[in-house]
């Protein structure tokens, strides 16, 4: 099989028609792609990054392609830009049917070697941004009893990896959110999930340079890594048809388990 065909966009047989897509971290990388699959599957999308150039040129590359799309540039660690974020929204749009919570850095290093700056960004951006995101965008979902949460975790939050100790610390707690926001917003018809990619082709993989890149493919029993599109296409079924679904933690990583 082909990796064009493996990686093939399943956006068209999910209808998101009319609503509404938050995807954080989407000038990018998965972020960018997950943003093409919900507009495709014909969401509008708020594109939103710290990055203001990546921010725009995204939005105005999938408006060019035909979809609806907002840009609004956002720092996640900053719950005044969040609050920000969610008003230009609400007052262009008028609600949210699906947040994404897709940013993330990485600061690898052995623990021992790791400085308290590194350890703390790394839970800032990936972990507590989460918390301050989801919050007023909870709010909106549950004033429309409706709501898809995604949250986009890793592998290494679920297994651990050398040199990654505040990476899967991070994750790790994103999964421990995701699953107490199931529970507590089931009853408001909001759920909430997490996928857990593995080792996926993008600028932040990229900088692992070519040698480290090889030893991890050696490893993973599929031999390749994986695209955004494969964890788009997880992220579509939490955004569509998995609607009695929540809680859970999809690992979407070629068999690598360990
Ligand atoms: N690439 C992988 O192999 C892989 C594996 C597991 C999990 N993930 C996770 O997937 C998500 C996306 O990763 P990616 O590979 O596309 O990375 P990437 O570095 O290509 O993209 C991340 C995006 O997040 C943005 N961002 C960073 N800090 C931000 C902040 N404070 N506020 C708003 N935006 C911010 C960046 O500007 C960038 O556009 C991350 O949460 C990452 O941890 C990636």
Redesign the pocket.
């Given at each position: 099989m082909s990796t064009e065909v493996m990686c093939e966009k399943q956006a068209d047989k999910f209808k998101l028609k009319d609503q509404v897509a938050l995807v954080?971290?989407s000038?990018?990388?998965?972020?960018r792609s997950i943003a093409e699959s919900l507009m495709a599957a014909g969401a509008k999308v708020v594109i939103?990054?710290?990055?203001e150039e990546?921010c725009k040129k995204t939005a105005s590359e999938l408006k060019e392609m035909g979809g609806e799309t907002l840009s609004v540039v956002?720092?996640?660690?900053n719950s005044e830009s969040i609050e920000k974020m969610v008003e230009k929204i609400m007052s262009e749009w008028g609600r949210i049917d699906v947040l994404v919570n897709?940013?993330?850095?990485?600061r690898d290093n052995l623990y021992m070697r790791m400085s308290e700056q590194d350890w703390q960004a790394v839970i800032d951006?990936?972990l507590s941004?989460a918390f301050k995101v989801t919050k007023p965008v909870i709010k909106v979902m549950s004033k429309q009893r409706s709501g898809r949460i995604i949250n986009?975790?890793?592998?290494?939050g679920v297994h651990g990896n050398f040199g990654q100790v505040n990476y899967a610390a991070a994750?790790a707690g994103l999964i421990g959110f995701t699953k107490t926001v199931a529970l507590e917003y089931a009853s408001r018809n909001i759920t909430s999930n997490a996928v857990a990619?593995?080792?996926?082709d993008?600028?932040?993989?990229r900088a692992l340079g070519e040698e480290n890149v090889n030893k991890i493919l050696e490893r993973i029993p599929l031999k390749r890594m994986g695209c955004?599109e494969d964890i788009a296409n997880a992220v579509l079924f939490f955004a569509g048809p998995g609607s009695y679904v929540t809680g859970q933690v999809l690992e979407v990583n070629g068999g690598l388990y360990t």
């Open positions: 954080t971290g000038g990018r990388g998965i972020g939103s990054d710290i990055n990546t956002c720092d996640v660690t897709n940013a993330g850095i990485t951006t990936n941004s986009i975790a890793s592998t290494t994750k990619p593995g080792f996926i993008t600028d932040m993989t955004p």
